[in-house]
């Protein structure tokens, strides 16, 4: 019975080592240049083929990587859409945007790596499906969406989307410079992780708002 219990708990630790270990690696030097074999050595596994024998493609372990994070950040988006439910201020939408991020990365404590690993991914369009597809299987993501459409149901549709990925990228790369900041020990922009969101929504909503320019094409 003991030998049948530790097994599943030595196949769940080395999962979660060359998770661990993977999104370290993806970070620093880019999902493509990675291989399994260095993860797997990496993540101290003798066997080279241990990445593929748990988790098969190398899509299907970014899958996983992002998997990892999105329990958690569920739970802090659906608490934060809930108190907003109904609201016709953007910033409200655009805070249950922006918080679940830096409240994940400062709950993780330093160093982290997930900024830098989802800047990879979505540097690669068939990567970057990937945690879109995982993304569409959240319904507080799906209601925050909403809420801000709502708000900004008087800009063109192609003028939201541009801001939408505007917003996505503004997020991902801020948070980017504070956690490659301290994974160094220099010096931050803002003195908190809520310091970085609170100036993320301020431009955010902003950019949201701002007046559009009419184009002759």
Known sequence: MTGRTARPE????????????????????????????????????????????????????????????????????????????????????????????TRHLEAQGSPTWYARFRAQVMADPALYRITVEESLSSPSLRTLVDGVNRCLAGLPATVRGQRWAMARHLIVHMCVERERALAEGSATLETSWDDLAAGLIDAIAGMW?????????
């Open 10 to 101: 030595r196949a769940s630790a080395t999962r979660e080592a060359i998770l661990a270990t993977a999104e370290r690696l993806f970070a620093e030097h880019g999902v493509h240049a990675v291989s399994n074999r260095q993860i797997s050595e990496a993540a101290g596994q003798g066997n080279s083929a241990a990445v593929g024998y748990h988790f098969g493609t190398k899509a299907d372990l970014v899958r996983a990587i992002a998997r990892r994070h999105a329990d958690e950040m569920e739970q802090l988006r659906a608490g934060l859409v809930a108190g907003v439910t109904g609201s016709a201020d953007v910033r409200d939408w655009v805070g249950c945007l922006v918080r679940p991020f």
């Open 209 to 217: 708002q701002a007046p559009v320019t009419a184009t002759s094409g």
